[in-house]
C-alpha cells in the first residue's frame, strides 16, 4: 500500500467557537487557537481541521458563509489566520481548513445579485423552480426541520436549501459557480493551507428533475436524495484535476449517504477524488428507525461493529478510511457508548479510543474527546443554541412524537451542542475558556475534567492519547494491518486482529461495565501487551469494566 503522510496522521478537530478566547467576548477566536497550538503538538496530534472560520453571519455558527475569503469578525482577521498557519507549521502541524461548497449563506454576494431578478446573471448560481401544482416544487424535507424550498416574493420562485433557508444550495451544474469555487480554494492553497474537510460533498450533484420522494416521520421526503447524485464523481475529478492534485494534500469528504461502494470512488487509493470519507454508518447503528438520533435507544453493539468491520475489511487495499467517534455534530462518545460514572468514565474513555485507534485509518480526535469530555445536563430547550437540534425537536413535538420534557432528555443524550460546549482547559473560572460570559455554557464538571489536571497526571486520558498516538507512528501493523473481526455476536466484546507480514496485534475491548470472560487464542497467549487501560493485567480469561489490551507478537 503507497505510503502517504495522511495515513500515519491523527487530526485533531478544533471547533474555533468553543476552543479559546483570548479577549474576554466568551467567542473562541484564532488568536485563542495560536496561543494553545503547543497543546495539541504535546497530545502528539500533527494535523489540525479547523471547522469554519470564514466572514458568516453564523445562522448556522459558521456553516452559512458570506464571503470565502475573508474571516468570521469574531474569530480576528486574515492577519490573525496568517500568524496561526505560521507557527502551526513552525511546530510542525498542518492545517486542514472547513470547504463549505454546497450551499453559501443568503447574504452572499452572490445570491444577493441571483435573488434581485430572474435574469441577473448570477441566477444559475444557485437553484430556482416555479412551484407546482399550486405549492412547492417537491416535497423533500430540510436537514433542519422543514421544507427545502423558500419563497421568494420578489421573484415569485423558489429557492432550494438542504439546510437552513439561509444556506441556499450551490448550483454545481453550472461551470461558472465550479469555475468560481475551484479560484477559491486554490487561492487558500497558495497560502500554506494543508487540505480540506469538504462538508456535505456528497450532495452537490442535485438528481435530475429533483423528483418527490416517500415522505418520512416529519412529512418530508429525505434531503439525502440528494446524496451521490449523477455528476458527484465528475465534479469532484474536476476538482482534483484543476486543484487538488497540484499539491500534498489531506483532503476529507463528509458524505451523507455514502454506500462502501460509493466511498471505493471517492477514496479511491488512485488518488483521483479525495484522500478518504466521513461515512456515517456507524454513527447511525443506535438510531431510532422513526425519529433517527433524537429517541432512547439501547446500544448495539454487534450492530456496531458489523457496520465498523465491514468497512474496514472493504476498504483495505482498495481506498481509506477516517477514524471517528466525535465531531461537532454527534454527542460526546463518553457518554453515548461509554459511563459517565465517576469510577468508571476514564476507562471507557481510554477503551474507546483504543477500539478506534487501533483500527485501519486515520483518526480524528475531537477537541475535549483526549480528556474524556461528556455530554452536558440541559434542563431546558431554551438553553439549546443548535438550528439541527431544535428545529427537529419543534417539528416532532408537533407532530406529536415528543413533549418538552422529552425533548430535553433527547437533547441531553442527542443534540449537536453537547460537543460545543467549550473546552475545558483547567480548574478556574469558565474552565479558562474566557474570562467573559461563554457563548455556551461550560459544562460544570469541569473542576473534575479538565486539561491541566490531565496533563499534570501520567494515568490520565490525556496520556493514554498521547500513547495511542506515539504507537501508531512506531507500529506499521496499526496504520496498515489488515483487520479480522472475532466475536461478532458477542453483546459487550468488541474484539478484532490486525496483522501485516508477521506482525499482529489482538485488540480486546469490554463496552460494559459488567465483567467479562474471554479466552484468548492460543497464538496469543504470552504476547506482549502493547497498551492497556489497566495498570495492571487481569486474570487469565478475565475482562474488568470497560477494560481494553492490545496484544502484539510478531
Avoid at 145 to 155: H, I, L, N, P, Q
Wanted: proline share 6%; with cysteine.
Amino acid at each position: 500500500m503507497e505510503e502517504k503522510w495522511w495515513k500515519k496522521s491523527v487530526v485533531y478537530q478544533i471547533y474555533p467557537r468553543s476552543f479559546q478566547d483570548s479577549n474576554g467576548d466568551g467567542i473562541g477566536d484564532l488568536a485563542g487557537i495560536t496561543a494553545r497550538l503547543e497543546y495539541i503538538r504535546e497530545l502528539g496530534a500533527d494535523t489540525i481541521w479547523l471547522s469554519p472560520i470564514y466572514k458568516s453571519p453564523n445562522d448556522d455558527n459558521g456553516y452559512d458563509i458570506s464571503d470565502y475569503q475573508d474571516i468570521m469578525t469574531e474569530f480576528g482577521s486574515m492577519a490573525d489566520f496568517d500568524a496561526m498557519l505560521e507557527k502551526a507549521h513552525a511546530l510542525g502541524l498542518k492545517i486542514v481548513m472547513d470547504l463549505v461548497v454546497n450551499h453559501s449563506s443568503d447574504e452572499h454576494r452572490w445570491f444577493v445579485k441571483s435573488r434581485s431578478s430572474r435574469d441577473n446573471p448570477y441566477r444559475d448560481y444557485y437553484i430556482w423552480r416555479e412551484g407546482k401544482n399550486g405549492g412547492l416544487p417537491n416535497n423533500w424535507g430540510s436537514c433542519f426541520g422543514g421544507s427545502v424550498w423558500e419563497y421568494d416574493g420578489k421573484t415569485d420562485m423558489y429557492y432550494l436549501h438542504l439546510f437552513s433557508k439561509k444556506q441556499p444550495d450551490l448550483n454545481w451544474d453550472n461551470p461558472v459557480v465550479r469555475d468560481e469555487i475551484f479560484r477559491m480554494m486554490d487561492w487558500w492553497l497558495q497560502k500554506g493551507i494543508d487540505g480540506f474537510r469538504m462538508d456535505v460533498i456528497s450532495l452537490i450533484s442535485k438528481p435530475e428533475g429533483l423528483p418527490d420522494g416517500e415522505p418520512g416521520p416529519n412529512g418530508y421526503a429525505s434531503f439525502q436524495l440528494s446524496a451521490n447524485g449523477p455528476h458527484e464523481h465528475e465534479y469532484l475529478r474536476e476538482m482534483n484535476r484543476r486543484v487538488l492534485s497540484k499539491y500534498d494534500l489531506l483532503t476529507v469528504g463528509e458524505c451523507a449517504g455514502v454506500t462502501l461502494e460509493e466511498a471505493k470512488s471517492y477514496a479511491n487509493l488512485d488518488g483521483s477524488e479525495l484522500s478518504m470519507v466521513f461515512q456515517f454508518e456507524h454513527m447511525e447503528a443506535d438510531f431510532h428507525p422513526t425519529l433517527g438520533r433524537y429517541a432512547e435507544q439501547h446500544k448495539n453493539l454487534p450492530r456496531l461493529k458489523e457496520i465498523l468491520s465491514r468497512w474496514q475489511r472493504e476498504l483495505d487495499g482498495i481506498a481509506w478510511n477516517s477514524l471517528y467517534w466525535d465531531n461537532h455534530d454527534q454527542p460526546r462518545v463518553v457518554s453515548r457508548y461509554g459511563s459517565e460514572k465517576e469510577e468508571y468514565r476514564e476507562l471507557s474513555a481510554k477503551m474507546l479510543a483504543t477500539c478506534l485507534h487501533m483500527m485501519q485509518g486515520t483518526p480524528y480526535v475531537y477537541q475535549g474527546e483526549e480528556l474524556g469530555m461528556t455530554n452536558y445536563p440541559w434542563t431546558s430547550i431554551d438553553q439549546i443554541n443548535d438550528i439541527e437540534s431544535l428545529g427537529n425537536y419543534r417539528a416532532f413535538r408537533d407532530r406529536g412524537y415528543m413533549n418538552e420534557e422529552e425533548g430535553i432528555r433527547m437533547m441531553r443524550a442527542r443534540s449537536r451542542d453537547n460537543a460545543r460546549t467549550p473546552m475545558q482547559w483547567d480548574a478556574g473560572p469558565e474552565a479558562g475558556f474566557t474570562t467573559g460570559t461563554p457563548w455556551l455554557p461550560v459544562n460544570p464538571n469541569y473542576p473534575v475534567i479538565n486539561a491541566a489536571e490531565q496533563i499534570a497526571r501520567p494515568d490520565s486520558v490525556f496520556h493514554y492519547y498521547q500513547k495511542l498516538i506515539a504507537l501508531r507512528r512506531e507500529k506499521d501493523v496499526i496504520v496498515y494491518g489488515h483487520y479480522e473481526l472475532l466475536e461478532p455476536e458477542h453483546p459487550d466484546l468488541f474484539v478484532y486482529t490486525r496483522t501485516l507480514g508477521d506482525e499482529s496485534l489482538l485488540v480486546i475491548c469490554n463496552f460494559s461495565e459488567r465483567e467479562q470472560t474471554y479466552e484468548i487464542p492460543a497464538e496469543y497467549r504470552g504476547a506482549e501487551i502493547l497498551i492497556a487501560n489497566y495498570p495492571v493485567p487481569a486474570p487469565a480469561g478475565t475482562l474488568r469494566p470497560w477494560e481494553a489490551t492490545v496484544l502484539y507478537r510478531s
